[in-house]
């Protein structure tokens, strides 16, 4: 999944530990002034850092179900 094909409001889950995230946690997507992010324990966590060489997230999957938040 590419970061242009998220919207706010999908829901993202973890499947490595970022520290500010836990494993498997499930967060919503959510937009500022510097792009999309979730909710992390340091505040927001903007998802372009976790863009690959090849252009999809890395570490992330989209998920249809409730989130941890």
Same mark, same amino acid.
């Given at each position: 999944?590419? =970061?242009?094909? /998220?919207? !706010?409001?999908?829901? =993202? ?12 946690? !499930? ?10 992010? !979730? ?6 966590? /903007? /998802?372009?850092?976790? !863009?690959?060489?090849?252009?999809? /997230?890395?570490? =992330? ?9």
């Amino acid at each position: 999944m590419k =970061l242009d094909e /998220l919207k !706010v409001g999908d829901r =993202l889950q973890g499947f490595k530990d970022f520290g500010c995230i836990p494993d498997r946690a !499930v967060r919503i997507v959510r937009s500022c002034d510097s792009g999309f992010f !979730v909710k992390c324990s340091d505040g927001i966590h /903007l /998802l372009d850092g976790q !863009v690959g060489d090849d252009g999809h /997230l890395i570490g =992330l999957e989209r998920v249809k179900w409730r989130t941890t938040e």
